[in-house]
């Protein structure tokens, strides 16, 4: 993250200019100048840009033997290479991305057994979509929808049908329900005689970006229920204020992004369920348990935030997260096969068979729902629970271990997502970023973020422990945690007492000081002439 400019007299330390993950940085002291570089945590970038000519070229090292013709870096080569060659330079290349296994900012799951690995290389050149040629794999997708519709408490009476789908992740799966809930209010609306070009959703500000995108990418209002410090959730009464006549459901989530904590889905329905009443309405529940979905009915098997309660009339759960399958795979289920409108339902014919399909995609692999499958029948409930429990004490041994540090305040709840989410209780030295940042010279990767409106002033970090998390790894962090704070305890001391020496020794001989843009503009023009003569010289470099 970007540190602001500080500069005292002559010296001084800051940013010259932020590219991608790269940061560079400058610190003067006494005359001297250093030029550094600090790579950033950067969220998935989904859209790429096309570049400029001036940079042509992938540069190999043991493919070298095979290729010593430079590749273009944008541009398709013109000539075929030998597969070594194209396995070691991207093999290469790849070195540089971070540890899966070590990246606690990522709720997805990044181990699996080798069984389920060796199927997922077996179906990996199967298209789900194909359901006439490869119908055991559609049998397998139908299995897994049950199975999580129990799992959730879905009635499943003579007069009651759930009904669900596969999907790519919990994203695809949040537009799915979001689109049946749009269409069936403004089916009603129409039935009415009444205006139906303003659908509006409730939320708390602790929704994930996916529901934002819903909301513009569909039209349709979304009203956010603000937050304060302390309490990270959506608070139901006050989303049950927000309730209008135009409001197309409510979305609770089951697993906060933000502190892993579980919203009250019960006291939300029992609140509409009041106001429903008292208007006429029937303003319905989405629950998003992209992460919770997989923990509730192990750990808290008597929380009431399904199927049980009548206004929950859909669900999405993400396979990739405490489903323990790769990404991505998610899943969305309804109450009733009513609450699916049947227009939103697609029947096609020209892959052999008629097929029903509600996706936002069409083709994709199906090693994934295979993957769900052997997941579900490999571990069944017991395993499903042991795995929740142990990532749940696990979770516990790295908070107790940061409170004894009494340098944090968690911010996480015991009860929830097994993470740990804690924050500085005195940040005026050094934050939570520059933690973060220097956690990665570890390995860590360990993210640092501010909260959404109205608690953005409170910026924490945040553990998520996975089924590959151990307890030794979570002593270690703590450790590695401990060995920073101390670093930072002793280094910006140090440089503070400095620039406050230096300032006061201006003052006396009445040295007149450049400004911070004056500096920044000195450092800024000594970096453009270092970048243009190593580019200069490029080719000269191996």
């Keep these: ?25 400058f610190d003067v002291s006494v005359g001297e100048l250093a030029v550094f570089f600090v790579f950033l945590d950067t969220s998935t970038m989904v859209l790429s840009k096309t570049a400029s000519q001036s940079d042509v070229s992938v540069h190999s090292t043991f493919a070298s033997r095979y290729v010593r013709d430079q590749l273009p870096r944008f541009r398709m080569p013109e000539n075929s290479i030998p597969k070594d060659a194209a396995y070691q330079i991207i093999n290469d290349e790849l070195m540089l991305d971070g540890n899966p296994r070590l990246n606690l900012a990522s709720f997805v799951t990044t181990w699996m ?35 999580i519709a129990h799992l959730f408490n879905a009635p499943l009476g003579d007069s009651e049908t759930a009904v669900g789908v596969g999907t790519v992740g919990s994203s695809e799966a949040i537009m799915l329900a979001g689109l049946a809930f749009k269409r069936k209010w403004q089916n009603k609306r129409k039935a009415e005689g009444k205006p139906y070009d303003k659908p509006n959703i409730v939320t708390g500000a602790n929704v ?30 006050k989303a049950v204020e927000m309730v209008d006549e135009n409001t197309i459901c ?35 529940i989405h629950v998003d348990a992209a992460s919770g979905g997989f923990i509730a009915p192990f750990l808290y098997p008597e929380l009431e935030w399904d199927f049980r309660l009548p206004l929950v009339k859909s669900i999405n759960v993400s396979g990739h997260k405490y489903g323990l399958v790769y990404a991505g795979i998610g899943w969305v289920i309804w109450r009733n096969k009513e609450d699916l409108p049947e227009e939103l339902i697609f029947h096609i014919n020209y892959l052999g068979a008629d097929q029903p399909t509600f996706t936002l995609n069409f083709s994709k692999g199906s090693s994934q ?21 142990n990532c749940h004490e696990n979770a516990m041994v790295l908070k107790e271990g940061l ?51 109205d608690a953005q002033h409170i910026t924490v970090l945040r553990v998520v422990i996975r089924e590959d998390f151990s307890r030794t790894l979570a002593e270690r962090l703590v450790i590695d945690i401990q060995k920073v704070l101390h670093e930072l305890d002793t ?13 006061e020794e201006n003052s006396k001989n009445g040295t007149v000081k450049k400004t911070a843009i004056e500096t920044q503009r000195e450092i800024t023009s000594y970096w453009k002439k270092f970048v243009s003569e190593r580019k200069t010289n490029k080719n000269k470099i191996c």
């Design 250 to 284: 409510v979305a609770a989530i089951l697993g906060s992004t933000l502190n892993g904590e579980f919203e009250d889905v019960k006291l939300l329905n029992d609140l509409l369920v009041e106001k429903n009443k008292e208007t006429g309405w029937d303003t319905p």
């Design 369 to 389: 729902v295979i993957a769900q499958y052997y997941q579900l029948i490999r571990l069944g409930y017991e395993g499903y629970r042991n795995i929740m429990e």
């Design 208 to 237: 994930q970006v996916c529901w934002e995108k819903f909301a513009r990418y569909f039209e349709v209002e979304l009203k956010e229920v603000k937050l304060r410090e302390g309490y990270y959730v959506m608070d139901p009464a």
């Design 1 to 25: 993250m970007a540190r602001k400019l500080k500069i005292r007299g002559k010296q001084g330390k800051g940013i010259i200019e932020k590219s991608g993950r790269l940061e560079t940085h």
């Design 491 to 503: 280094l910006p001391a140090k440089v503070n007492a400095k620039l406050a020496m230096a300032e």
């Design 403 to 453: 409170e004894k540090t009494g340098r944090f305040n968690i911010v996480s709840k015991d009860e929830g997502v097994p993470l740990v989410a804690f924050s500085l209780k005195d940040n005026k030295r050094h934050d939570e970023f520059e933690i973060s940042e220097m956690l990665r010279r570890f390995g860590w990767i360990v993210p640092a973020y501010t909260m959404p409106a």
């Design 113 to 147: 057994e080798p069984e389920c690995n060796k199927l997922i290389m077996d179906a990996i050149n199967k298209n789900y979509v194909d359901m006439d040629e490869y119908p055991v794999t559609t049998e397998l997708q139908n299995r897994c929808v049950n199975m």
